[in-house]
T-cell receptor, first 112, second 115 residues
Framework: AQTVTQSQPEMSVQEAETVTLSCTYD???????LFWYKQPPSRQMILVIR??????QNATENRFSVNFQKAAKSFSLKISDSQLGDAAMYFC?????????FGTGTRLKVLA | DAGVIQSPRHEVTEMGQEVTLRCKPI?????LFWYRQTMMRGLELLIY????????DSGMPEDRFSAKMPNASFSTLKIQPSEPRDSAVYFC?????????????FGPGTRLLVL
């Protein structure tokens, strides 16, 4: 069965600094997708970035980028130039043939 | 374009009462998902529809829960009878096409409290 693990319940970063959130997953599938979602206090789930497993190039979206290591089954999110508005819960998600699975989340605090 | 719309945003009810949560997916999206989020269990997929047909309901916790999608623009999640342990935030999400590989767009959620 597929699993998604986020081992950091909480992280803190100073405003304007860089932070990396970790995510590992387990699957026997070769074709799948990985996502990072952000959930601010409003509870709205917002897609941050997505990565197709067949693509070797790491996805980037403005200040957000991923480090996708397929062999290691690792999918970390890097946030550069952190802003106060980045404070939220961040969920890693795996999407395969039969399941869409979310990790338990990492709460990111941004310190002014 | 309007995103996924959910109603009500908040619901407080007493144990034993029937609760109906509503969702309007993004126009043109063919797949619809219902999730439940709690502190203890995180975000759980309850049921998934494609073209109005339930495809995977393995996450529905028990017979007290039922979901319908009578047309492409409307879905309901019903709990009857409700119990305090059903208290959670319920999210609806939609995606453009069939398959879990598509990006899902979430509604704002319904916070349910069962007393």
């Amino acid at each position: 069965a597929q699993t998604v693990t986020q081992s950091q319940p909480e992280m803190s970063v100073q405003e304007a600094e860089t932070v990396t959130l970790s995510c590992t997953y387990d699957t026997s599938e070769s074709d799948y997708y990985l996502f990072w979602y952000k959930q601010p206090p409003s509870r709205q789930m917002i897609l941050v970035i997505r990565q197709e497993a067949y693509k070797q190039q790491n996805a980037t979206e403005n200040r957000f980028s991923v480090n996708f290591q397929k062999a290691a089954k690792s999918f970390s999110l890097k946030i550069s130039d952190s802003q106060l508005g980045d404070a939220a819960m961040y969920f890693c998600a795996y999407s395969g043939t039969y399941k869409y699975i979310f990790g338990t989340g990492t709460r990111l605090k941004v310190l002014a | 374009d309007a995103g996924v719309i959910q109603s009500p945003r908040h619901e407080v009810t007493e144990m034993g009462q029937e609760v109906t949560l509503r969702c309007k997916p993004i126009s043109g999206h063919n797949s619809l998902f219902w999730y439940r989020q709690t502190m203890m269990r995180g975000l759980e997929l309850l049921i998934y529809f494609n073209n109005n047909v339930p495809i995977d309901d393995s996450g529905m916790p028990e017979d007290r829960f039922s979901a319908k999608m009578p047309n492409a623009s409307f879905s309901t999640l019903k709990i009857q009878p409700s119990e305090p342990r059903d208290s959670a935030v319920y999210f609806c999400a939609s995606s453009l096409a069939m398959g879990y590989q598509e990006t899902q767009y979430f509604g704002p959620g319904t916070r349910l409290l069962v007393l």
